[in-house]
């Protein structure tokens, strides 16, 4: 069975860091990009960076360049986020989703975790 | 930035009703590169169609998805009990964004 499994969310102050793992198993995690979804309370969904299968990564959300880094490890089946500077802003659900590349070069996102929750606040 | 637009943004019909959801896109979608997703409350997304028209694995043929350029298509055939819920589209011609979503609620 195809599954991803989030973890490393929690309630954190403003200022903070925090990373993000998401554990994959079912697949061939080495063929595969993956990305971060979050989405705020109550908000529509918002993809905040993507690793290609090599390990290119596009970071697509302008609030969070140059403050979130995504990263991957095949050979843990892991893919990573790494989150800096924490703001009230970036409480959400974070969501790791399998990436599948278009011909464009681009992504679309055929398998989802459930999320882990991440709360800013003091 | 491609810009999507959904409408409407609430969509209030009856199990066994037809359901019509719209996304439109600021600038043309490429190679018809656009994904609808389905979200229940408390759940995480899940994909519903790629490439405008291909339903992803396991989706009833109730769902199909129609439309290129600027204008996209989700329509249910007949609504289920199960289908009521929040619906995004997403393109990935250029870069990758999401629409703001569609609710489908009970009437």
Known sequence: ?122 | EIVLTQSPGTLSLSPGERATLSCRASQSVGSSSLAWYQQKPGQAPRLLISGASSRATGIPDRFSGSGSGTDFTLTISRLEPEDFAVYYCQQYGSSLTFGGGTKVEIK
Do not use: H
């Open chain 1, 1 to 122: 069975e195809v599954q991803l499994v989030e973890s490393g969310g929690g309630l954190m102050q403003p200022g903070g860091s925090l990373r993000l793992s998401c554990a994959a198993s079912g697949f061939t995690f080495s063929t595969y990009g993956m990305s971060w979804v979050r989405q705020a309370p109550g908000k529509g969904l918002e993809c905040v960076s993507t690793i290609s299968d090599s390990g290119t990564t596009t970071p697509y959300a302008d609030s969070v360049k140059g403050r979130y880094t995504i990263s991957r490890d095949n050979s843990r089946n892991t893919v990573y986020l790494q989150l800096n500077s924490l703001t009230a802003e970036d409480t959400a659900i974070y969501y790791c989703a399998r990436a599948r590349v278009a011909g464009t070069g681009s992504y679309y996102m055929d398998v989802w975790g459930k999320g882990t929750t991440v709360t800013v606040s003091s």
